[in-house]
């Protein structure tokens, strides 16, 4: 919890016409962290499903 209070304490200090490039830039990072996070699931999905046609495949 300390470091979502910290990081509250710098945007609050931001100056408020930097305050829409910070949103912008977390909206992307979270965008980017949803999309890994399904890409790892996916691929998870697919090494369970055809670990047998994978072992064939060596």
């Known amino acids: 919890m300390q ?3 910290e990081i ?7 100056p408020k016409e930097f305050l829409g490039k910070v949103l912008q830039y977390l909206q992307q990072l ?3 962290s949803q999309e890994k996070t399904q890409l790892s699931t996916n ?4 090494l369970t ?3 047998e046609l994978l ?4």
């Open 30 to 32: 979270e965008k980017t």
């Open 55 to 58: 072992e064939r495949l060596r």
């Open 3 to 5: 470091l979502t209070q």
């Open 43 to 46: 691929l998870k999905t697919i």
């Open 49 to 51: 499903e055809d670990k």
């Open 8 to 14: 509250t304490q710098i945007i609050n200090t931001l």
